[in-house]
């Protein structure tokens, strides 16, 4: 009887799928759901801008385990990228006992994202740190003022935008200055504002461009290069038949239990004895 | 308690020159260049990020058995290469293949582990980079 509906059944199949790619090939430049993940450099760009002399004091004081990728341009004899501390527990990054990494840095992180999209906001669901971060499209501005300052600044900031044309743009202030901005320990101030224009450029493709300013670390604007987001197979995200952002891991979440008492605590730190029961 | 035919074998495979701080910063310094064969038997598996840290009970050259700690990849990366955490069970008799903690302390990181039939799994040389 399975034989009998063979033929057809994989005709049937052969048309579904051209067609399905025939769907494919087209695509909303206003869709952006999907896993993603994202390429590009690991801060928002190899060359930041000329640094105040409060953001050179903060970006020194600032220890990373990370250093300039080789091949990379200097930008003359800024410090940054070149500095990295040999060992982890040589370093200050506040992610190693599980601190938020802040805003841009998560989005930064190679790991994927998942963009839900919903009416009047788009929500950006990180794998690490198992992390959701809201942009407002609601029409409403970001905070400002004495708004602004009774909000205090959060991990992720503030963020609300909008289209324009097909580009999603999506403004971030009020920022946490204890987070880094990347790896590499640059900071950035409460005071830091951030763009980010998303454009869908193909099914599986979305590029971004980040700009930060911040005038008091930075003498000018950094802006990004430009980051692509590619889309997630699928398949690259079923682990032992279970689908979804967290499949695979044990969690995304960065526990203390974990990463401080149980790795930080026994293998990290050079002094420790490595053995626990 | 188990069998223990267990013995320490010190051997300088070959050098291995790899990236050691990669995902979010390992911690200390290893000997990246002398790796050492450690024979023994799993005694715990932390399945757990940021790295998985396997141990096992190793005999050193005076009898004497020493538990011996490795890291590994993170979890989600063994997990691609279709590995989690009843690939190694309790009591199961392996040889792995260390970079040893410069400061001397029974603690590594992995370069590869073979299981008694000569299957080389979690290879860093095959599919399981550090991150």
Redesign the interface.
């Known amino acids: 009887m399975g034989m009998r509906f063979t033929v057809p059944l994989a005709a049937a199949v052969a048309v579904a799928m051209s067609l399905s790619a025939a769907a494919q090939a087209q695509f909303d430049p206003r869709d952006l759901s999907g896993i993603w993940t994202i390429r590009g450099h690991r801060s928002i760009s190899a060359t930041p801008p000329p640094m105040t002399p409060e953001g050179e004091a903060r970006l020194n004081a600032n220890k990373p385990t990370r250093g300039r990728f080789l091949g990379e341009p200097l930008n003359g004899d800024h410090p940054g990228f070149v500095r990295a501390v040999p060992v982890a527990s040589m370093g200050n990054d506040p992610a190693h006992k599980c601190n938020p990494n802040g805003f841009p840095r998560l989005l930064l992180d190679p790991e994927p994202v998942e963009f839900i999209q919903l009416p009047g906001r788009l929500l950006q669901l990180f794998q690490w740190e198992h992390t959701l971060r809201e942009l407002w499209m609601d029409g409403r501005a970001v905070p400002s003022g004495e708004n602004l300052d009774n909000l205090g600044p959060a991990w992720y900031g503030h963020t609300a935008g909008g289209w324009e044309g097909n580009t999603l743009v999506m403004n971030t202030v009020g920022v946490d200055d204890r987070a880094w901005i990347d790896i590499f320990g640059f900071p950035k101030s409460t005071e830091a504002r951030f763009e980010e224009r998303y454009t869908r450029t193909g099914p599986d493709t979305i590029e971004l461009r980040l700009t930060m300013t911040d005038p008091k670390y930075y003498k000018g604007p950094w802006v990004s290069d430009v980051k692509r987001f590619t889309r997630v197979k699928k398949e690259d995200t079923t682990f032992y038949g279970w689908y979804g952002l967290f499949s695979g891991l044990t969690e995304g979440t960065c526990a203390p239990m974990n990463e401080v008492e149980g790795y930080n605590d026994t293998f990290r730190d050079p002094t420790s004895k490595g053995v626990v029961k | 308690m188990m069998k223990l035919r267990i013995c320490f074998v010190l051997l300088v495979a070959f050098a291995v020159a790899a990236p050691v701080?990669a995902h979010?910063?390992?911690?200390?310094?290893y000997d990246m260049k002398s790796p050492v064969t450690l024979k023994g038997t799993v005694s715990?598996v932390?399945?757990?990020?940021?790295?998985v840290?396997i141990?096992m009970d190793v005999k050193d050259a005076s009898g004497k058995l020493v538990?011996w700690?490795f890291?590994n990849s993170n979890?989600?990366t063994l997990?691609?290469q279709g590995y989690?955490r009843n690939t190694l069970k309790l009591g199961q008799e392996i040889t792995a293949i260390v970079n040893p903690?410069v400061?001397g302390?029974?603690?590594g990181i992995i370069v590869k582990v073979i299981l008694a039939d000569g299957k080389e799994i979690m290879s860093r040389e095959r599919g399981n980079p550090l991150d």
């Open positions: 701080f979010h910063g390992r911690g200390r310094a715990l932390k399945w757990q990020n940021p790295h840290l141990y538990t700690g890291e979890v989600h997990a691609t989690n903690a400061n302390e029974p603690l």
